[in-house]
């Protein structure tokens, strides 16, 4: 069975530009979440998605944002990209448990 | 939220066990203990959780506290391959929202 799939797995991008980081679910998972782990630190939470609704936000601000698909699939938004934004950006999906299952990441640059 | 402390960095010899210590005093009476673990430049990857019994799958053994204060996250026969950055995590009312400390970045030698 396949993982937890992210896109793209690399990305360079300006500031105050706008980025979209995109995940797919292992198949049968309805929650999606989305974490930010900066060089040397421990992932931090964003966002928790289940059945397309919001569960949980963490301490991050209006310019990051994300949805669910009906197929749970799911997109982060960062908008007015600073330079601080520069990290590893973790998506993982669960079914009911709370175990985790994380994807590879996709490493965003802002230069 | 339950916050967790466990040591910076350990050491263990290729083929012994490894115990990881951690301590969770604040833990509510219904909330589980996790245990991830991340290799370099990987994705976290799920281990092991419990409440208050020790449990025990084909990756470790998770060992609590009979107070449940503290739990060791023990790796039979470590290998290389086990060399990662170890986090124990206490998700706050058992919501999906892990946070994860600094962990204990274990180093396994030959």
């Known amino acids: 069975d396949a993982g937890v799939t992210q896109s793209p797995t690399h990305l360079i991008k300006t500031r105050g530009q706008h980025v979209t980081l995109r995940c797919s679910p292992i198949s049968g998972h309805k929650s999606v979440s989305w974490y930010q782990q900066v060089l040397g630190q421990g992932p931090q939470f964003i966002f928790q998605?289940?059945?397309?609704?919001?569960?949980g936000r963490g301490n991050f601000p209006d310019r990051f944002s994300a949805r669910q698909f009906p197929n749970y699939s799911s997109e982060l938004n960062v908008n007015a990209l600073l330079l601080g934004d520069s990290a590893l950006y973790l998506c993982a999906s669960s079914s009911q448990g709370l175990e985790q299952y994380f994807g590879p990441g996709t490493r965003l640059t802002v230069t | 939220d339950a916050k967790t402390t466990q040591p910076p960095s350990m050491d263990c010899a290729e083929g012994r066990a490894a115990n990881l210590p951690c301590n969770h005093s604040t833990i509510s009476g219904n909330e589980y203990v996790y245990w991830y673990r991340q290799i370099h430049s990987q994705g976290p990857q799920y281990i092991i959780h419990g409440l208050k019994n020790n449990e025990t799958n084909e990756m470790a053994s998770l060992i609590i506290t009979e107070d449940r204060k503290s739990s060791t996250l023990i790796l039979p026969h470590a290998t290389l391959r086990d060399t990662a950055v170890y986090y124990c995590?206490?998700?706050?009312?058992?919501?999906?929202?892990?946070?994860f400390g600094q962990g204990t970045t274990l180093q396994v030698k030959p």
């Open positions: 995590i206490v998700p706050p009312g058992n919501t999906g929202k892990l946070i």
């Open positions: 998605y289940y059945e397309k609704e919001e569960r």
